[in-house]
């Protein structure tokens, strides 16, 4: 009979649900890690992999990905087809050069942004990220041909199988080692449907003019995601390096997280609300404005909710080891402030991506020289706290240049009472929450 709720669904819920399901694997895989029985060490050692694959994938994938809305929205159709077959061999080209550049630089490359000497799995972890990146704009495809039903199957599928290769096998103690060769196939099998979507909706065409004037115009936003994620990543480096224990390293990753549904849903709003903004800027500014209501109406009192409960559940969530983390994590939570906040849609639909990266080389330069301080003053809640001031920076940043530059009143796309208030309310509840 089918899921009926699927064939009601529009596309920003479409993206949100994906959203909640690449997050939520991230979770479960934190907690089913903590639950393994696994040393702690082992699993910061796991945790600095995905660190190294975060840092060499998420910034370019990224910035080619928000790229793709605007430029296929000013497409015929004809065009459009074409694209779709570029973008892909944009991502096979990108990901083959990322597998030689980690395979062939790891002897220097792991030392310098771990501080240990090699790490284990290394060259599979590799092999995943060369099969795994060029399946990873599938959702955009289905995004753009307005599909939403097949975004949310696509997640539920691929990241709950991701899930299930990686700890089946340590469940029946055949080791990690298993666990990346299966994440492998994984990726393996993720390329071949990505391939038959695409020679099935795509015409098979290389287009130089189209290559060069997607690369253009993703440029600033590849080169903004880099500034802006070096931001989180300069924290990974900074606490590996300054500590030099894979112990301490993991549980700064399992406390330094943001609000996961914050992130899942106000991301996949800014991305679906780029192509309204751009065909109908007032009527699109009206509509950010009322969902991005709704959307604080639901991750404020979650994210007050979150800060009493934190403390006692880290430790049943995750284990004991990982107590310290909830601290962590609290500090992190005040980022949901800021991630309410799209300027970024906005400035986007208009066509100014280099003012996004101005402001985000700003931000990067802040982060820094907070972070080397903080570190040394406070310890790792001083890392937190910087990653919360300049994220906030970035924002304010950008609200700026839309109200200076472009003129349009930030009350055009924010309910700037509803706003005051519930910001005013997470700080106290924050406060509350660092003496219980």
């Known amino acids: ?87 892909f061999l944009v991502f096979c080209a990108l990901s083959a050069l990322l597998f030689l550049v980690l395979v062939g630089g790891q002897k220097w490359m792991i030392p310098f942004l ?37 975004i949310v199957v696509w997640g539920g599928v691929v990241f709950g199988l991701q899930v299930a290769v990686f700890f089946i096998p340590l469940w029946l103690g055949m080791g990690m080692g298993t666990s990346f060769l299966m994440l492998a196939v994984l990726g393996a099998g993720k390329f071949l449907w990505t391939l038959l979507l695409v020679l099935r909706v795509a015409e098979v065409r290389v287009d130089m003019p189209l290559l060069r004037r997607y690369l253009v ?88 909710l979150l800060l009493f409960v934190s403390k006692p559940l880290f430790p049943l969530v995750f284990n004991p080891d990982f107590a310290a983390s909830a601290g962590l994590f609290n500090i992190y939570l005040l980022i949901t402030a800021s991630r309410v906040l799209l300027p970024n849609a906005v400035v986007l639909s208009r066509g100014f991506p280099a003012a996004i990266l101005r402001v985000g080389i700003l931000e990067l330069l802040i982060k820094i020289v907070l972070g080397f301080a903080f570190i040394h003053w406070f310890g790792l809640p001083g890392v937190a706290w910087s990653a919360v001031l300049a994220f906030f920076w970035e924002k304010v940043g950008l609200i700026w240049f839309l109200e200076k530059k472009q003129g349009i009143q930030t009350s055009k796309w924010l309910d700037t009472q509803w706003y005051t208030i519930y910001v005013v309310l997470l700080m106290v509840a924050f406060g509350i929450s660092v003496y219980l």
């Not at 479960?28 to 945790?47: C, H, N, P, Q, R």
């Not at 972890?125 to 599909?147: A, D, G, K, M």
């Not at 990753?253 to 065909?279: C, D, H, K, N, Q």
């Open 1 to 87: 009979m089918g899921f009926p709720f699927l064939h009601q669904l529009s596309t920003t819920r479409a993206l949100q649900i994906f959203q909640v399901f690449r997050l939520g694997a991230v979770i479960l895989t934190s907690v089913l890690f903590a639950k393994s029985g696994l040393s702690t060490a082992d699993i910061g050692a796991y945790e600095m992999l995905l660190y190294i694959g975060v840092l060499f994938t998420f910034l370019w994938v990224n910035g080619l990905l928000q790229g793709m809305p605007p430029v296929y929205a000013q497409l015929d159709e004809t065009g459009r087809k074409s694209f779709i077959f570029n973008n």
């Open 217 to 304: 115009f993703s440029g600033p936003l590849m080169a903004n995601l880099l500034v802006g994620n070096l931001i989180l990543l300069f924290d990974n480096w900074l606490v590996g390096w300054y500590y030099q224990d894979t112990a301490v390293f993991a549980v700064f990753r399992y406390g330094s997280r943001e609000f996961p549904l914050a992130v899942a849903l106000a991301t996949a709003l800014a991305t679906a609300m780029i192509p309204r903004l751009s065909a109908a800027p007032e009527k699109g500014l009206a509509e950010m404005k009322d969902k991005t209501r709704q959307l604080m109406h639901l991750l404020f009192p979650l994210t007050i």
């Open 114 to 150: 771990t501080g240990q000497p090699e790490l284990p799995h290394y060259t599979l972890f590799c092999t995943f990220l060369l099969l795994n990146v060029p399946s990873l704009p599938v959702e955009y495809i289905y995004l753009l041909r307005e599909q939403p039903r097949q």
